[in-house]
């Protein structure tokens, strides 16, 4: 796959459901392979990219917890990757989304952690790991495709 610039939709719950395991989305990227997040809600119960991040996590460690290796697991911060610029270079897109780099097409959440619990001392790393592992739609504010305001709270 990798020679020939091939790529992998990672669909943590439709793996588990349909393909009866998980990919080992850590050593395909450490491999270089192209790998992005999906939801595939045909194969899933949720389209929200925040649950397939943390079906993403939870699947990394069951493959750490099978083969005792601890090669496999991953956080918040890696599904990010997945769910971003990893789906932009999955696609071969990468230049054109994916991050906020110089000249990109905006794709953009506005996200508030108006129902999680932030506590003073938090910094804005701890707040964002908390939209990421308890996020859901009501924490979405605004949404952005191309540049363009599409759904406002």
Not at 39 to 64: E, I, N
Not at 79 to 97: S, W
Not at 135 to 150: C, E, P, S
Request: hydrophobic fraction near 40%; charge should be neutral.
């Amino acid at each position: 796959m990798k020679e020939r610039h091939s790529s992998i939709a990672c669909c943590p719950l439709s793996n588990f459901f349909f393909a009866h395991g998980s990919l080992a989305c850590k050593c395909r990227l450490q491999q270089g392979m192209l790998v992005g997040l999906g939801t595939d809600v045909a194969g899933g119960y949720h389209p929200q990219m925040f649950h397939s991040q943390r079906m993403a996590v939870v699947a990394s460690k069951s493959l750490d917890h099978q083969t005792m290796t601890g090669d496999h697991s991953i956080d918040y911060r890696p599904t990010f990757y997945l769910a971003t610029l990893g789906g932009a270079k999955a696609i071969h897109l990468e230049d054109q989304l994916g991050n906020f780099g110089y000249g990109k097409l905006l794709d953009a959440l506005v996200l508030s952690s108006n129902n999680i619990y932030v506590a003073e001392e938090d910094t804005v790393l701890d707040v964002w790991q908390k939209i990421m592992n308890l996020g859901d739609d009501r924490n979405v504010r605004q949404v952005y495709v191309a540049g363009r305001r599409v759904k406002d709270a």
